[in-house]
Structures are given as structure tokens and as C-alpha cells.
């Protein structure tokens, strides 16, 4: 609490009196809440399924993973699952066959409850599309074919094999205006073109690909007045891989073909994901209530193009070029001049599209183990833009693998049972807007937010040779650890075997850990149920790979197995990898989590957010009135002390804690040789810690949401609001900075304060 008398002298006194409110905070939470805690402890130890343990003759920890990367480093099976996912596209809603295909797999690994789940959504489906530079009286000057080249060698790429290159969700439309380009399509971007007098009202931009998600590019350009889009992938965004470089194009070489076009969605993933009728509930029936969806899709049409073929229709722009050096890409016989052109030359953008309710499928099974009220779960989707050998198939064809693996150690140990169950999940409708996960966690979200310990995800499991790790900070050190037991699959350049781990270590990634933002069906769980997630995946990220043709018609089985990962090594190693981590989270007593680097991780992001605040808020009187009592209206400052305080203190409990869970494990492994009573006693404390951590995430939900997209409860983490894929941190703290919004920003510090503060109470009790 902070007193008046105590508010003056904070310069000075800083370091005891911040210890002195913290506690004196925590007090306040801790009574009540630890009554309450302790009862319900109490009451459900007696009917807990943790004392199965106590007759359970289990097999040892590394019986388990020498079993499991045994039959994988045997055998590998990859090239055979991603052959047969990769026969046909199917887009999302589309292809039953596979799923059923999926279905029929699981069964034979072994998994029991195998299901086809399927909802009801509000899906569109490419129909026409045009693209032409027409004169004033309507003159066709150049028209696109908007189509891919066939491959010669690789019958799939042959058109009558491809979907058609739209957007997903893409408004219809028919539009004829003059058109300029708007760089990367971000809200910096148009802005800089507003406040340069750029006209783009009635207008068509045209953006390249990067940097941001592409549903949102079309968003801004929307909000400024812009009446379509054309996307293209610029060369000067390949890393060097490119032809002026001096690298062949695919398939004779590693850059990228000139006519590939990245499809895609263009719903706003940022305000949430899922069908776009029924935000928040499940689609779970074809009359389910639902909404209008024109909050989270475009009205106007947008349309992707390749390099190629957009080059004609940028070469009639004049006027000026811009000075900034991130303005210009490498087309080659393009200067980048922004326009826009006059009516003497426009676009004509035409998109027909077919929206319906549609059923999708999602293909569940799982591996019961003995306690039935925890559960880990990993998910993967199916659907795709086209044949898909990286997106995702990839990941479906790791993810057999992994059942595989775990098959095997069934067989090697006829009496295994992980001790948690495993969900294995295979979604539809993951490119439209992560629908299928997002519809079914919504329709399981009592039962998911009561039973679910974590959640990984892998979707691109290979398009390069870089490991990508997007973690939520209590998987870190478990992930690092698992990363030792694994052979990274290529030699160094001085041809030493290295070890996934030292690869991550000293490769592209330098260490570097991600943190989760959207883009893949992670997004529900850890952002709207508040379960640690994972999203792992090797990725190009140098110019020593093929550059990865993302959703393109050329990201085919053909690129794999001759560019990408022949030998379909990465994929064996993914499977390896992830099976590992898999193996811990479900099978070692205490929940591997590590809550000192969440700790840590928080005050990291909490001190960045304080950098973006502006410097006359600190000593602002804010309305703070929570522990006021004996005062009120503390400055901004006080209250950031305060979280300082309280953060360190939830640091200095997690280390406590982290050892103690530690110790614990430790005796656990000693398993054989503890008394009956000495095995009651851990498994009492097992249960305690275990209840601990699974709810940990949980508690750093804000039911209230995030302003304009309340589906976002995270308070640390959400798909950044301009960005989508990129993570935001602190949210709400940082968007009310942004929006210069003070009382919000103290609002948001108090929130974050007090969880804090209830979490801290936790670790302690
Ligand atoms: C996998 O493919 C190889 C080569 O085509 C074949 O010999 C093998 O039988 C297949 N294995 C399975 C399990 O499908
Ligand atoms: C595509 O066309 C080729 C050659 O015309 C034909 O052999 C093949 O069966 C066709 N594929 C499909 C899926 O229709
Ligand atoms: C689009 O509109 C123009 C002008 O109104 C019209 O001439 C053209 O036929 C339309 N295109 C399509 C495909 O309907
Ligand atoms: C850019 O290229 C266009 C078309 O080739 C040309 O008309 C224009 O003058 C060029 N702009 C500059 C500043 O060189
Ligand atoms: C954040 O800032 C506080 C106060 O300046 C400091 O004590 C703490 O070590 C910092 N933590 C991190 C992770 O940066
Ligand atoms: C603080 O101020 C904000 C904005 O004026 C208001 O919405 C909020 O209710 C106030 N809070 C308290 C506790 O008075």
C-alpha cells in the first residue's frame, strides 16, 4: 500500500519502502485466497487420481525415450506420409477423403477415442479472378494470367492439380481505378503516403509481401480509402537468393520460380481468430446463431500476383521515388516510383468468390494415461492452399511419425501408460483463419481450460534448415534441455556432428528464443484459454537455403524431396525433437515448467514497455484506488515501482520454487527405492506442486479481454494489433501507450499488478 507519507521521499528510499508495499500488497490477497486455496487441496487430494501412482509399476524415464528414438532413428517414414498428403490439394472444407485417410492412421498407431469432429463454417471459395491495365475508354493494355507455370518434371504443379492463387475471405468485386504502390502495405507505410499528399482515395495499392500478416495490409489500405489490393512477393525480400545473385530459379535451382504466388487469408487475424459469424462460441451446428462477419474480413477485393507479372503493371508508375532505402526491392527494370497513375491507366481488379457455410473436419485421437485429468495435447493442420509439402504437410507427416514413436514404446513395454493423456489433433481450416482450432477449443473450453497442462503445435515442421522456437517462457529450459538429446542432421562446414541444441546455439537463431504472437492454431489455446503453447519448426533463415515457396503451387512434395529435405532428415529429426518434448510433459511426474524464466521474462517485457512510455506521465496522479486506504491518487510512478517490487519478489519465490520442484523430481526418480509411506507423502506433494503449475498460465487471463478484440484474454501475450503474426507483449499496457490513454495504462499496470501478486501467493503456499 502506498501511504502519503510514504509517497515524497522516493528517490531517496527507494529499495526498502517498494519491499515494504509489496508485502504489505500481498498481505492483503493472501488471507482470504489462501483459505479458499488450502480447502479446495484438501478436498480433492481425497479423490485425486494421483494415488494410482502408488500401485503403478512403471517404466523408467529412459526406458521410455530409449524405446521411442529408437524406432525412429530405425526407421523413418516421413517421405511416405507427406507422399500420400501431398497427392492432392485440399483446401480447407474440401477434401473428407483425408481426413478419413488421417482417421484410419490413427487407429492403426494404436490411438484409441479416434473421431472426425467436424464444424459448420463460414468459409469462400474462389470462383474468377481478372487482373488488366486498361486505358481511359477501357482499352485492355496488359492482362495477368494470375496462373503458376507447370513444372515439366512434377506432374502436381500442372494446373489442372492447383487451386486457383486468390485470397481467402477476399471481398468480390469488380473495380476499375488508378493504382500505386504502398511498399510492405503497413500502417507506417500508408501513413507515410498520407502525410506525403499521396491521393490513394478510390484507389488501388499495391503492396509486396512481408514484414507484416497480409489480412491487415488490406485492412489499411481499406481504412484509407483504397478500394482493392494486389499483393506480390518482391525478389529483394529472398535473402539473396536471387536470380540477379546468380542463382537458377526452381526447380533448376534454389531461388525463387518468377511466376509463384503466395495465396492466403485476408481475415483480421488480429481481432480474432476462428469463424468469422460466430467470434467467441463454437460453429458447432449449420444454424448455430451467427454475426455479421465484416468486423474481421475486407469489403474491398484484393488478389496475389507473382513477381512477374506484376513487374508490367508497376513499370507504369512515375512520380516520385522514395528516399527511404526500405521503400526499394529488386525488381529488376523497376524504380520504385510510388505514383499513382491517372485514369489514363488503371487496374481493373475483378474477384468472384463463393461464400457458404461449409462443413470442416477435425481428426482427434489419443494415447489415455493415468492421470485422466491432466492432459498434453499436439496439433497439427491439415488443410492447405495447395499440395503443401512444407504447409503443413510437413508437420502431418512428423506428426505420424511421433504416434509412430510412441506405438513403439507400447510395444516394447506392453504395460505403458504415459501418466497424462495426449490429445493428438489434425485441424481443417487452419489457413482460412484457425478455424477448426479455434471452433473446437471454444466448444471444449470448460473441459480444455480444467484438464490441459500444454499445448504444442507444429504446422511448417520443414521448409529450411533453421530450428524456430515460438515458446510460451515456462517451456524454455525444458526445450533447450530436450534439444541436447537430439542430432542436429547436417555436419558443420568443418564437418563436426553437432547436436540440435549447439545448432540453435550457434546457428541463425543464436540462441534466440521467440515468443508466441498468431499465425497458427497455438494462437486459442495459450491466447484465449491460457495454456503454455509451443510452435516449433525448421525454417530458411540464410541464404544457404532454397528459398521456401509459401504458399505457393510449387511448396510440392517434388521440392521437398529434391531441394528442401531429401532424405526427409529434418522431418526424423522434428519427430525426434518433438516426440522428446512430448515424452516429458506427459510422462515425468512434476510438470516440467520453469517459472523463474517466466518471471524473469515478465519484468524483461514490463522494463521494455516502460521505455515506450512518455516521460510527463511518471509524475502524473493517476485514480489508482485499489490499496489506496490510508491514500489515494499515487503518481504513475509509485505504481511502477510497486510492480517492480512485485515482480521481483515473484522472481525470488520462483527460484524457491523451481528448486523445490527440482528436489522433488529428483526423488521421485528413486521411485523403487522409497517405503509406501515415503511414496504417500511425494505423492502428496507431487499433486500439490502439479496443481500449481498446471493452473499457473490460467491465471493470466483478463476476462475483459483486450480493448476492440475482447477475445484476447492474454494479459502478456496477443497477436500484435498492427502486425498479426508478431507477438505484442503486455498488450494492454503497451496498446494504451500507444493510444496515449493514461487511466487505461494504470488500469492495465493494476491488473497485471494484482496477478502478479496472486500468482506470487501461489508459488507460496
Ligand atoms: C514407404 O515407402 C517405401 C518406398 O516407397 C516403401 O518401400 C515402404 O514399404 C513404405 N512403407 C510404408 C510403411 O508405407
Ligand atoms: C491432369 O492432366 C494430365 C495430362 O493432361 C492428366 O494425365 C492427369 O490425369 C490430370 N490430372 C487430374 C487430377 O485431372
Ligand atoms: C467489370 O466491370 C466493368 C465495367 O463496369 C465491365 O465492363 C466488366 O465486364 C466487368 N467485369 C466482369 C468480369 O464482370
Ligand atoms: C521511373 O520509371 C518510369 C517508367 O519507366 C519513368 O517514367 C519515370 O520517369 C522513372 N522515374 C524516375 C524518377 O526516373
Ligand atoms: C527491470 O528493471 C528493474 C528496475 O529497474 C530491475 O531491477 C530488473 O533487474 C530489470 N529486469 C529485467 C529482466 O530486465
Ligand atoms: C479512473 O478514471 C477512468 C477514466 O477517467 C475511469 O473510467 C475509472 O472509472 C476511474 N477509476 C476509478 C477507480 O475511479
Not at 479455434?438 to 471444449?444: G, I, K, L, S, Y
Not at 506433494?685 to 476476462?703: D, G, P, S, T
Request: glycine residues 6%; proline residues 5%.
Amino acid at each position: 500500500m502506498i501511504g502519503a507519507d510514504e509517497r515524497t521521499p522516493l528517490i531517496e528510499e527507494q529499495s526498502p519502502r517498494k519491499r515494504v508495499n509489496v508485502w504489505r500488497y500481498i498481505s492483503l490477497f493472501s488471507v482470504g485466497f489462501a483459505i479458499l486455496y488450502l480447502s479446495h487441496q484438501v478436498a480433492f487430494s481425497v479423490v485425486s487420481p494421483y494415488w494410482k501412482l502408488l500401485l503403478h509399476d512403471s517404466v523408467s524415464f529412459v526406458q521410455m525415450e530409449e524405446a521411442y528414438i529408437k524406432t525412429l532413428q530405425e526407421t523413418n517414414y516421413a517421405r511416405n506420409w507427406s507422399l500420400k498428403y501431398t497427392e492432392h490439394p485440399h483446401l480447407a472444407g474440401t477434401a473428407l477423403g483425408l481426413a478419413e485417410w488421417t482417421q484410419t492412421q490413427f487407429k492403426e498407431f494404436g490411438l484409441t477415442n479416434v473421431e472426425i469432429k467436424p464444424y459448420y463454417v463460414y468459409l469462400s471459395f474462389p470462383m474468377d479472378h481478372l487482373l488488366s491495365v486498361v486505358s481511359k475508354h477501357g482499352k485492355v493494355l496488359y492482362r495477368a494470367s494470375l496462373e503458376e507455370d507447370e513444372i515439366p518434371e512434377d506432374p502436381s504443379s500442372w494446373r489442372n492439380n492447383s487451386v486457383p492463387t486468390f485470397h481467402g475471405y477476399s471481398a468480390s468485386g469488380n473495380v476499375t481505378a488508378p493504382f500505386f504502390y504502398a511498399n510492405y502495405g503497413r500502417k507506417e507505410d500508408f501513413e507515410k503516403l498520407a502525410s506525403d499528399g499521396i491521393d490513394m482515395d478510390g484507389k488501388i495499392a499495391i503492396v509486396r509481401y512481408g514484414y507484416i500478416y497480409r489480412g491487415l495490409k488490406v485492412k489499411f489500405a481499406q481504412e484509407h480509402g483504397c478500394v482493392g489490393v494486389v499483393m506480390y512477393l518482391d525478389p529483394g525480400d529472398d535473402l539473396g537468393v536471387t536470380p540477379a545473385n546468380g542463382f537458377k530459379q526452381y526447380p533448376e535451382g534454389p531461388a525463387r520460380h518468377e511466376s509463384s504466388v503466395q495465396r492466403g487469408s485476408v481475415m483480421y487475424l488480429s481481432y480474432g481468430p476462428g469463424d468469422p459469424t460466430t467470434p467467441g462460441y463454437a460453429s458447432n451446428s449449420p444454424d448455430v446463431e451467427r454475426q455479421d462477419p465484416y468486423k474481421v474480413l475486407p469489403c474491398i477485393p484484393s488478389l496475389p500476383i507473382s513477381y512477374r507479372e506484376v513487374l508490367p503493371i508497376l513499370q507504369q508508375l512515375k512520380g516520385p521515388i522514395p528516399k527511404e532505402k526500405e521503400w526499394i526491392g529488386e525488381l529488376p527494370g523497376y524504380n520504385y516510383s510510388i505514383g499513382p497513375t491517372d485514369i489514363s491507366t488503371q487496374l481493373n481488379l475483378y474477384n468472384y468468390q463463393k461464400y457458404n457455410v461449409t462443413p470442416i473436419w477435425n481428426v482427434l485421437g489419443e494415447i489415455k494415461g493415468i492421470f485422466d485429468d491432466e492432459v498434453v495435447i499436439i496439433g497439427n493442420h491439415r488443410d492447405s492452399w495447395a499440395g503443401s509439402a512444407g504447409d503443413p504437410n510437413s508437420g502431418s507427416a512428423t506428426m505420424l511419425e511421433i504416434i509412430r514413436g510412441f506405438q513403439a514404446i507400447k510395444r516394447t513395454h506392453p504395460e505403458w501408460k504415459p501418466l497424462r493423456t495426449i490429445i493428438f489433433a489434425s485441424f481443417d481450416a487452419e489457413e482460412q483463419a484457425l478455424i477448426g482450432s479455434t471452433e473446437w477449443a471454444e466448444d471444449m473450453l470448460k473441459s480444455l481450460q480444467k484438464k490441459v497442462i500444454a499445448y504444442l503445435n507444429m504446422d511448417v515442421a520443414v521448409s529450411g534448415s533453421a530450428l524456430m522456437l515460438g515458446l510460451s517462457p515456462v517451456l524454455n529450459k525444458l526445450l533447450m534441455s530436450t534439444a541436447k538429446k537430439v542430432a542436429y542432421p547436417k555436419l558443420t562446414e568443418s564437418g563436426k556432428g553437432i547436436t540440435l541444441y549447439e545448432h540453435y546455439q550457434t546457428g541463425p537463431m543464436k540462441g534466440q528464443i521467440d515468443i508466441l504472437g498468431s499465425g497458427s492454431d497455438f494462437t486459442v489455446f495459450l491466447e484465449h484459454l491460457g495454456i503454455p503453447s509451443l510452435d516449433v519448426g525448421f525454417e530458411t533463415n540464410s541464404n544457404k537455403d532454397p528459398v521456401y515457396h509459401y504458399h505457393s503451387n510449387y511448396d510440392l512434395f517434388y521440392w521437398m524431396d529434391t531441394m528442401a529435405d531429401p532424405g526427409f532428415k529434418f522431418h526424423n529429426t522434428m519427430a525426434q525433437y518433438l516426440g522428446l518434448v512430448l515424452l516429458e510433459l506427459s510422462s515425468r511426474e512434476v510438470i516440467n515448467f520453469d517459472v523463474t524464466t517466466y518471471a524473469t521474462s515478465i519484468h524483461g517485457y514490463f522494463n521494455d514497455t516502460l521505455k515506450t512510455v512518455p516521460k510527463e506521465w511518471f509524475k502524473k496522479r493517476t485514480n489508482f484506488t485499489l490499496i489506496h486506504r490510508n491514500h489515494d491518487n499515487p503518481h504513475f510512478e509509485d505504481l511502477v515501482d510497486l510492480t517492480h517490487a512485485a515482480l521481483l519478489v515473484f522472481t525470488k519465490m520462483s527460484i524457491k520454487f523451481d528448486k523445490y520442484k527440482e528436489q522433488l523430481q529428483l526423488r521421485l526418480d528413486k521411485n523403487d527405492k522409497l517405503s509406501f509411506w515415503e511414496k504417500v507423502w511425494l505423492t502428496l506433494r507431487l499433486k500439490h506442486v502439479n496443481f500449481r503449475l498446471k493452473y499457473l498460465e490460467r491465471h493470466f487471463l483478463n476476462n475483459a479481454g483486450l480493448k476492440d478484440r475482447s477475445w484476447f484474454k492474454h494479459i502478456i501475450f496477443a497477436s500484435g494489433r498492427h502486425t498479426g503474426y508478431e507477438g505484442q507483449l503486455l498488450p494492454a499496457i503497451r496498446e494504451a501507450i500507444e493510444d496515449n490513454m493514461f487511466e487505461d495504462a494504470v488500469l492495465q499496470i493494476n491488473i497485471l499488478l494484482k496477478t502478479i501478486a496472486k500468482v506470487t501467493v501461489i508459488l507460496l503456499l
